[in-house]
């Protein structure tokens, strides 16, 4: 009706031309679309500023997170540090203990192979298997006890244990067999 391009380009000579009654519907209309965008904008601003304090909350969140996580970064790290440094003392005394067993073993092998002095080119890895076997099982007898008369009532091993009690020891027991046959009483 009025026949403008831009709504910035409105002039009053454009709505002289206008009956009242198109102009007041025009009016009303005008009202109803600034009232719904009023509203509109009032809503938007509850909703933003709602917004607004849960990212505040988030961020307050993140940052403690992250101090946490920080914190946490660095007990890791102190942790990694005190397993390094005892591992390098373990690296140590197993390389010196390793030192003295290949002695142990050298020397195991050469007073097995008749003389106590050896060339470690003429020891084989049966030489070192054999005198491991010898040493192991010289180890393993040394453990070992035999005991006689003892009466035959109940666990073997509950029985044995009691008995070693007795006596002040307090070893540990692997296995416990009975040698022989029972005889009847």
Known sequence: ???CEKILKL???MFSR????TIAS?????LDNLRISRNLIRDATVEIDELKVEVDELQKQALGDKSTIIEVQREVIESKKE???GSKEQIK???SSLQTEIKSYRDAVCLQKEGSKCDMDQITVQDVKEAVKVVTEDSTRRKNIMIFGLEEK???KTNVTGLLKQLGEQPHIENCERIGR???N
Do not use: F, H, I
Request: glycine share 4%; aromatic share 4%.
């Open 83 to 85: 397993v390094m440094e």
């Open 18 to 21: 206008l009956d009242k009654d």
């Open 93 to 95: 005394q197993v390389q």
């Open 154 to 156: 109940g666990s073997l």
């Open 11 to 13: 002039e009053r000579r």
């Open 26 to 30: 025009w009016l009303v209309e005008a």
């Open 182 to 184: 029972t005889e009847p």
């Open 1 to 3: 009706a009025v026949k």
